[in-house]
T-cell receptor, first 113, second 112 residues
Framework: NAGVTQTPKFRVLKTGQSMTLLCAQDMNHEYMYWYRQDPGMGLRLIHYSVGEGTTAKGKVPDGYNVSRLKKQNFLLGLESAAPSQTSVYFC????????????FGPGTRLTVT | GEDVEQSLFLSVREGDSSVINCTYT??????LYWYKQEPGAGLQLLTY?????DMKQDQRLTVLLNKKDKHLSLRIADTQTGDSAIYFC????????????FGKGNQVVVIP
């Protein structure tokens, strides 16, 4: 099992450019999540999905869109990148059953100049 | 509420015990977790405790839960240099959909 994988690992964007981050999990998990991690802020939930074809907003959804067309994949899109979106992005997945633990990918470090 | 508070930094000598503390606000959380993040890596689940337990021991790790004070702690015995990392506590929330609320993390530096 690869667990949760994320591509790319690093990316530099110019303001206004768009990109898509890909998350994949091979654990047949129902739930998937996108977080961003900023110094001193901990992890903040951007969007999540409770199953294939569903998405929902987390705490900081503005400027991001997501799609879950296949159960194993969860895509995070930035339509028009801003410097405030410079961050490390983590994807996670969960089976949906107790103890509800989430498994994390290695992260994508995004810099917007 | 779903705020989780953690102190920021702990320095400990190799071989000593480390204690990391966390307070949470959602008294109806069913599970509480400790995650470890090594430099440049994602979060790795270390252990979790069910809310009806007071203590859980797993090898060098001891988790203590005080539900009255909403206080969670992680003790690492015989701390090793490989324990240098950021430690996050998290709680399952009443928001449902398996959402977790994370603290801001506590950086532990082990001095050889």
């Amino acid at each position: 099992n690869a667990g949760v994988t994320q591509t790319p690992k690093f990316r530099v964007l110019k303001t206004g450019q768009s990109m898509t981050l890909l998350c994949a999990q091979d654990m047949n998990h129902e739930y998937m999540y996108w977080y961003r991690q900023d110094p001193g802020m901990g992890l903040r939930l951007i969007h999540y999905s409770v199953g294939e074809g569903t998405t929902a907003k987390g705490k900081v959804p503005d400027g991001y869109n997501v799609s879950r067309l296949k159960k194993q994949n969860f895509l995070l899109g930035l339509e028009s990148a801003a410097p405030s979106q410079t961050s490390v992005y983590f994807c996670a997945s969960s089976s949906g059953g107790p103890p509800y633990e989430q498994y994390f990918g290695p992260g994508t470090r995004l810099t917007v100049t | 509420g779903e705020d989780v508070e953690q102190s920021l930094f702990l320095s400990v000598r190799e071989g000593d015990s480390s204690v990391i503390n966390c307070t949470y606000t959602d008294s109806s959380s069913t599970y509480l977790y400790w995650y470890k993040q090594e430099p440049g890596a994602g979060l790795q689940l270390l252990t979790y405790i069910f809310s009806n337990m007071d203590m859980k021991q797993d090898q060098r790790l001891t988790v203590l839960l005080n539900k009255k004070d909403k206080h969670l702690s992680l003790r690492i015995a015989d701390t090793q240099t490989g324990d240098s990392a950021i430690y996050f506590c998290a709680e399952s929330t009443t928001l449902g959909n398996n959402r977790l609320a994370f603290g801001k993390g506590n950086q532990v530096v082990v001095i050889p």
